[in-house]
């Protein structure tokens, strides 16, 4: 990658009304329904680092999610996206970060609405 002229960086936080081991237990699922590489995945510190698939003249974006408590019944989690891009790319890779980003919040909002709350 020596054509890399900048990083295209994203990040995102929400607070979610499932339990953090709820929420962290259905992300596998999550990456596998997005056909998204896990590269790393630290349960105990609720951190992950994640590959998405490459789009249309685009490089693929390395997603770090990380999951916090905010109580009992809520968490709160953050996603940081990272995209290369090249001057020949940035027309068409403008925003692919943030839309990554946000396909994965999308996903799992989908994925905890089918689980019933505990």
Known sequence: MNEVAYIRKEKQ?????????EV???????LNSLQWT???MD?????????TKP????????????GIVV???KCRITVEGATPVTTITALADFGRTSDRVQLFFETLARRM????KS
């Not at 962290?24 to 999550?30: K, L, M, N």
């Not at 349960?43 to 590959?51: G, I, L, Y």
């Open 55 to 66: 789009g249309f003249m685009s490089y693929g974006s390395t997603l770090t999610i990380e």
């Open 24 to 30: 962290w237990a259905a992300i596998p699922d999550v």
């Open 113 to 116: 609405n089918g689980v019933k």
């Open 38 to 40: 896990t590269e790393q």
């Open 43 to 51: 349960d105990a510190a609720h951190h992950a680092e994640v590959k």
């Open 71 to 73: 109580d009992e019944k």
């Open 13 to 21: 936080t929400f607070e979610i009304d499932y339990p953090l081991a």
